[in-house]
């Protein structure tokens, strides 16, 4: 385990620094400066992860632009014309009525919010061990409109349904973790670093039973519990 541990922190080295940045969808929240601003598109950013990196990030460069270069003005105080730019936009599986829902989920929530991450702390106790409560109540805040299209639902990953949220475990990860190195935003406190679970894909699962950190045969919410608790082993909770 300690030939483990000297690996991974080797990466940790290598790959956390803002040079890194250049070139991976948390580029796209380092645009930004405001608080708000870095929540929305951060979010956003997020979810539309997958695919080529170079896509994602073009991707959302399209949707700064489609905001007036302001995520957090427009979803306030945008028209109804001005939603008519979104309906043709596509990433993948992601279309222009995903991106209209965002936008009006928004535009309500930050009407009664000053920051996102109330809507993942709200079913989200002090004492709890991880965020999955925080996960399961945010989607719920997320759709708990009469607008919410079916098809949305699948882009906002939850644990219940037995999903690795990878998606938006990395997002909480930009929001949460202080990091010194100036990639991790640490604009969150509520939550604390040591409830985040270790985002986990078919990339990150693979390497890991390389390594021994798991054995759940599943990539799901269960196998990135795991690997939390596995990781934790040689890193104090904090």
Not at 79 to 98: A, I, Y
Request: charged share 30%; hydrophobic share 35%; net charge positive.
């Amino acid at each position: 385990m300690e030939s483990i541990k000297e690996l991974l922190d080797s990466r940790v080295e290598r790959y956390n620094k803002i040079d890194f940045i250049v070139d991976d969808p948390i580029l796209i929240p380092h645009l930004f400066t405001k608080k708000q601003d870095i929540e929305i598109i951060g979010f956003w950013a997020a979810v539309l992860s997958w695919g080529q990196r170079k896509t994602i990030i073009n991707k959302c460069k399209e949707l700064i632009y489609l905001m007036d270069n302001s995520p957090y003005e427009f979803v306030l105080h945008h028209s109804e014309n001005d939603l008519k730019r979104f309906e043709k936009f596509v990433h993948r599986t992601f279309n222009g009525t995903d991106a209209l829902y965002f936008l009006h989920f928004f535009h309500e929530y930050y009407q009664q919010s000053d920051s996102l991450e109330f809507a993942f702390t709200k079913h989200l106790s002090k004492n709890d061990l991880t965020i999955e409560k925080g996960l399961n109540g945010f989607r719920h805040i997320f759709f708990n409109s009469e607008h919410a299209p079916h098809r949305t639902k699948k882009h906002v990953a939850y644990p219940e349904s037995g999903s690795a949220c990878k998606r938006i475990n990395m997002f909480l990860r930009w929001m949460v973790r202080k990091d010194s190195q100036g990639v991790d935003f640490g604009i969150w406190d509520t939550i604390k670093p040591a409830q985040l679970v270790c985002p986990c894909d078919l990339h990150v699962d693979r390497v890991s039973r390389k390594l021994g950190l798991i054995t759940r045969k599943q990539t799901d919410w269960r196998t990135a519990l795991e690997l939390t608790v596995s990781l934790r082993k040689e890193s104090p909770r904090r």
